[in-house]
C-alpha cells in the first residue's frame, strides 16, 4: 500500500458543525515513507481517525481510500491481510490481554506472522528497561510498562502504514526516546509510513508533516 486519503471525511457525530480542522472535512494523503503527527484536543476524534482507518469503525461521512481503492468496499477477508500485512496499530488504550504474560501478549501477533524471532524481541525488551517483565502478566504491570509491551506488539508484523494514538502519554522522557528510535528503525527497516496522534507529549521525531485535528 503506497497511500491513504480522506476525502472530506468527517465523523457522524460531527455532522452539522464546521470544524476547524486541518483533516475534517479536507482531502489529505498520508504517503508511505513519510512521517506524519496529528495533533488534537480531547474529544476532537483523534482515537476515531485511527479506528476509521484500521476499519474497526464506519461511522463517518465521506471517503476513505487504500491506493485509490474506497475502503467501504473492503470484504472481512481483505481487512484481515491488510491488518496482517499493511497496517498497524498501537491503541491508545493498549488492548493487551491482562491475564497473559507481556510476552505472550507479543506472540500472539507475532504467530500469526513469524515476522520476529524470539531473540529480536527479547532485545527490544531489553532496550525499553521491561526485560524482566517477560513473564509477568500485563495486569501486574504499571500502565507505563504495558505501553512498551504495546509498542512492540504492533511491531512484530509487516506493514506499510503504522499507527501510534498517544503512544507515550505515560513515559518519561528516556523511554519516550528508546521507544521512538526502536520504532523508527523498524519503520525505516519496511520503508513504512507513520501516523503519531497526540494531544500534548508527542514522540521528538523528524516529522515530514504536522497536522491540526
Avoid at 476513505?64 to 468496499?73: A, E, H, P, V
Avoid at 497473559?100 to 504467530?111: D, F, H, P, S
Avoid at 504499571?142 to 502504514?161: H, K, T, W
Wanted: hydrophobic share 35%; glycine share 6%.
Amino acid at each position: 500500500m503506497e497511500r491513504i486519503e480522506l476525502l472530506h471525511t468527517l465523523p457522524q457525530v460531527f455532522q452539522g458543525r464546521e470544524p476547524q480542522s486541518q483533516i475534517w472535512l479536507q482531502d489529505v494523503t498520508f504517503q508511505k515513507g513519510q512521517t506524519y503527527l496529528v495533533e488534537a484536543n480531547s474529544g476532537t476524534g483523534k482515537s476515531s481517525l485511527c479506528s476509521y482507518i484500521i476499519g474497526y469503525r464506519k461511522d463517518y461521512l465521506g471517503t476513505i481510500r487504500f491506493d485509490g481503492k474506497d475502503i467501504r468496499k473492503n470484504r472481512v477477508s481483505e481487512w484481515t491481510s491488510l491488518r496482517e500485512r499493511n497496517l498497524s496499530l498501537l491503541f491508545q488504550e493498549l488492548r493487551l490481554f491482562p491475564e497473559l504474560t507481556a510476552m505472550e501478549n507479543v506472540q500472539i501477533k507475532n504467530g500469526l506472522t513469524g515476522h520476529k524471532n524470539r531473540q529480536e524481541i527479547e532485545t527490544w525488551f531489553e532496550r525499553l528497561g521491561i526485560a524482566d517483565k517477560m513473564s509477568a502478566k500485563v495486569d501486574r504491570m504499571s500502565y507505563g510498562q504495558q505501553q512498551r509491551v504495546a509498542m512492540i506488539r504492533a511491531l512484530v508484523q509487516p506493514f506499510d502504514f503504522l499507527l501510534v494514538d498517544e503512544p507515550i502519554s505515560h513515559l518519561d522522557d528516556e523511554n519516550s526516546a528508546i521507544m521512538g528510535e526502536i520504532m523508527m528503525e523498524e519503520v525505516r527497516k519496511q520503508e513504512a509510513g507513520v501516523i503519531v496522534t497526540s494531544i500534548g507529549k508527542h514522540m521528538s521525531l523528524s516529522y515530514d508533516k504536522t497536522f491540526c485535528l
